[in-house]
């Protein structure tokens, strides 16, 4: 009898450890599906440098820029960040004779080019730190 128990007992441990480790697999699996990638035509953007799950709202981990784009929780704006440290309209990125230059849009906490307050118009250059709000995001030009 406490044979008997002792197999039902080893192979219902078995089948525990099995569904573990095939429950770690699909949270691997998740975690590399959610990772956005950056399309290989447009290589200016920003990257998210804090962590997703860090923030109590959604963000994208890369925004692409393009000619002209804003920043704000405004829904008129490029990328929409529902940050309550962020103003409607808080900054614009501007491309102009391929520079990329950030104006702040006189925000409530200002914009923070590589941790200095900007108060102009500032020309971007690869791997400047933009700080608004919570969020930090990477320059990242690759021309």
Do not use: C, W
């Not at 990329?100 to 200095?116: H, K």
């Amino acid at each position: 009898m406490y044979n008997i128990f002792s197999l039902i007992f080893k192979y219902i441990f078995i089948v525990i450890i099995y569904l573990f480790i095939l429950s770690i697999i699909r949270l691997i699996y998740l975690d590399i599906k959610g990772i956005g990638t950056v399309s290989l035509d447009n290589s200016i953007y920003l990257k998210l440098i804090n962590r997703k799950d860090s923030l109590p709202f959604k963000i994208k981990e890369y925004y692409s820029l393009e000619d002209f784009v804003s920043l704000g929780r405004g829904n008129e704006n490029k990328i929409i960040i529902k940050d309550p440290y962020i103003s409607k309209n808080h900054l614009k990125i501007v491309e102009d004779e391929g520079n990329y230059y950030l104006e702040d849009l006189n925000s409530a906490n200002g914009t923070y080019l590589n941790g200095d307050k900007i108060m102009d118009v500032v020309e971007l250059k690869n791997g400047d730190r933009i700080r608004v709000g919570q969020v930090e995001f990477l320059y990242v030009n690759r021309e």
